[in-house]
């Protein structure tokens, strides 16, 4: 049955294809690995507080809140005929330089700026092949191979949970064997892969018909044109004069001053073209997005991440310097997270995919308030009195934290879906994500600010019981808003 399956996708798809899908979503999911050792490197070497880590880790990943950039330019402005492939070289190159230079160079990594600076430029790229190979996805089902669109989507987010479980695994293990730039060095191998692979596959160029008609349309008109004027201003041929002379030197400036005149008023038609293509993409984008019907649930889901303070950073400092937690068990705790996430796929689609999306949300929300409950307790020591080890605590957390929060990206995801008009789905989906990635990015800006402001240090963790706490209460405050969600929307309809 599976090799049936696997058949028939090679067959639609190629094989070159499969594999440079699976690479990429591998390949972002494989990402644990590495952001496990900069969390060290931050902490360890660079000696940032909590506060400045988060920080850092916010303007890090800031290019995933502007991924439709990205698919504009994309869509609207093709490199030597082709939209895709020449994008996910650029964007894999930018993937790859940055962990050469901080695997070999140690003064750049052992500066915050330098570090930033190029972790920053790591996310651009990352964030630039997840579109484009999103775009690629959505091109490659379109008429006939329809039918395997869920195949292909299930496969992308199967490839990124085996990377996430993969990373997570050896990252802690890594740590406590290798040295960081050696672990810089090691992940800068798949991009390096993905690169290679970019040549395997074809791109077939935009066609340049209408472009010929054009031009074969302006040489006609420009003969036409330069026909009238000679009809009007040749002189008769009566004798070789002065005067006849005269005047066809006139006539022969006047053409050339009238093809100077065409190709004045004529733009060069390959950028007018794109000029077009980019201004209507951006005027369809605006006149979707001002609809109430989609203004006001992606309002929420905003609202909802930037209301939040994430104070993910600052408990890991929590747990390895004050619980003094091992990067090995720490890995183990992120593969037990990836493991929530896919069984929180598997109980939406099994279970809540046919209730209100309002009714799934607030559940969702009420649960992560619960897993707050349980950092309360590992932060105020009362799971002690209960016998209850630390690692157990931390383990239950990152499993039902990860599972819970698919029950809110999976409602997301599908009213983005549903959400799109026809025509720009894959752009507007595309803002979509970058509005639920900014307000993430800005909740992970507040959680830095409300950690420096309750003096949240390496040293001292006396105060993140209150941060916890505000977190939690943070948690709750989305629901009130949830008149915002359609009514009736359901997993199934909207």
Sequence with gaps: MRIGWA??????????????????????GFRSFVWTAVSFQMKDILKLSPSASQFVV??????????????????????????????????????????????????????????????????????????????????????????????LQSLSWSAMALGGIFGSMLGGYTLSHLTIDTIFLLFS???????????????????????????????????????????KDTPT?????????????????????????????????????????????????AKAFKQPIILRPMAWFFFSNVAVPNLSTVMFYYQTEFL????????????????????GTYAYNRYLKRKKLRHVLMYAHIGLAIVSLLDIMLVS????????????????????????????????LIISGQLCPPGIEGTLFALFMSINNLGSTLGSFLGAALASVLNISSESFDNLIFGVAVQLLATLLPITFLFLIPKEATGLTS
């Design 237 to 285: 041929r009566t004798s070789d004069t002065p005067r006849r002379r005269k005047n066809n030197h006139k006539y022969h400036k006047r053409k050339l001053n009238l093809k100077s005149e065409i190709s004045e008023k004529q733009p060069d038609p390959l950028v007018a073209r794109y000029n077009i293509s980019l201004r209507s993409t951006i005027y369809s984008l």
């Design 58 to 151: 916010s303007v890090a990943h800031s290019p995933w809140s502007i991924k439709p950039i990205y698919g504009i330019l994309s869509d609207c402005i093709p490199i030597s005929g082709r939209r895709r492939l020449p994008y996910l070289v650029i964007s894999t190159i930018l993937s790859l330089i940055p962990w050469l230079i901080l695997g070999l160079a140690n003064s750049l990594r052992s500066s915050r700026n330098t570090l930033t600076a190029f972790l920053t430029l790591q996310n651009l790229g990352s964030a630039m092949a997840d579109v484009v190979v999103d775009a690629m996805i959505a091109e490659a089902v379109r008429s006939e191979l329809a039918e395997f669109a869920g195949d």
């Design 189 to 231: 191998v798949l991009p390096a892969i993905q690169l290679l692979s970019c040549a395997l596959v074809k791109e077939i160029p935009l066609q340049l018909e209408s472009l010929q008609h054009y031009k074969k349309e302006e040489n006609l008109e420009f003969k036409e044109d330069t026909r009238d004027y000679k009809r």
């Design 7 to 28: 058949t028939r996708m090679r067959t639609s798809f190629g094989a070159p294809f499969l594999w440079l899908v699976t690479l990429v979503y591998f390949t972002q």
């Design 381 to 412: 020591k009362l799971h002690n009195q209960l016998a209850i080890p630390d690692k157990y605590i931390v383990l239950w957390g990152s499993a039902f934290g990860d599972a819970i929060k698919q029950f809110k990206l999976m409602p997301f």
């Design 324 to 343: 003094n937690l091992e990067a090995s068990f720490l890995g183990t705790a992120r593969v037990i997270g990836w493991s929530g996430l896919m069984l």
